[in-house]
């Protein structure tokens, strides 16, 4: 079946440190990947997503490529704000199936 | 612009009680779905309806039903709450079933069954 392996956090991180936050996925065939960003106390929206081998998603300074040779899609940031401090989720759509989520990872920056 | 709407937001219940939880979207999409997220293993998926008049478990149903009442409205029902039912509860629809498209998440319900 499909599965989704986030890193563990907290990940705490200084304003303006590089982020990353790694994903990998078991899947058979071609999924369609997704970062989904879950701010304090509200639901989860679409962070940014990738729906093929070699894409990259990207969205408000994040970043991700569909690396399919080592089934990850790892998000990025160059430069992180406090704003950013937030639980992100990896996930991926396989075939029309349901959603398959990571466990979740949450973000911390400190001025 | 509404989206999702998810009530309530906070329940307390005692162990045996019933509840239902609701939630409608205002986007006329035709699949629904209700998620339950625990700390550290993330998103699980209770319940779905890929379209109006249609249901499916997911992961984890049991100890839960659903209604999908119209196109817009798909409720969940806790029959005899129990402690391990304690969780924050997010509906979500899209367009149509699963794809490449964009999931839109309510705000959550966070119940506490004692």
């Known amino acids: 079946g499909n599965s989704v392996t986030q890193m563990e956090g907290p990940v705490t991180l200084s304003e303006e440190a590089f982020l990353t936050i790694n994903c990998t996925y078991t899947a058979t065939g071609y999924p369609s990947l997704f970062w989904y960003v879950q701010y304090p106390g509200e639901g989860l929206q679409l962070l940014l997503k990738a729906t093929k081998a070699d894409d990259k998603g990207s969205n408000k300074g994040f970043e991700a490529t569909y690396r399919k040779e080592t089934t990850s899609f790892h998000l990025e940031k160059g430069s992180v704000q406090v704003s950013d401090s937030a639980v992100y989720f990896c996930?991926?759509?396989?075939?029309?199936?349901?959603?398959?989520f990571g466990g979740g990872t949450r973000l911390m920056v400190k001025p | 612009n509404a989206g999702v709407t998810q009530t309530p937001k906070f329940q307390v219940l005692k162990t045996g009680q019933s509840m239902t939880l609701q939630c409608a979207q205002d986007m006329n999409h035709n699949s629904m779905y209700w998620y339950r997220q625990d700390p550290g293993m993330g998103l699980r998926l209770i319940y779905y309806s890929a379209s109006e008049g249609t249901t499916d478990k997911g992961e984890v149903p049991n100890g839960y039903n659903v209604s999908r009442l119209n196109k817009r409205e798909f409720s969940l029902r806790l029959e005899s709450a129990a402690p391990s039912q304690t969780s924050v509860y997010f509906c979500a629809s899209t367009p149509n079933s699963w794809g490449d498209t964009e999931a839109f998440f309510g705000q959550g319900t966070r119940l506490t069954v004692v």
């Open positions: 996930a991926l759509s396989n075939a029309g199936n349901m959603l398959t």
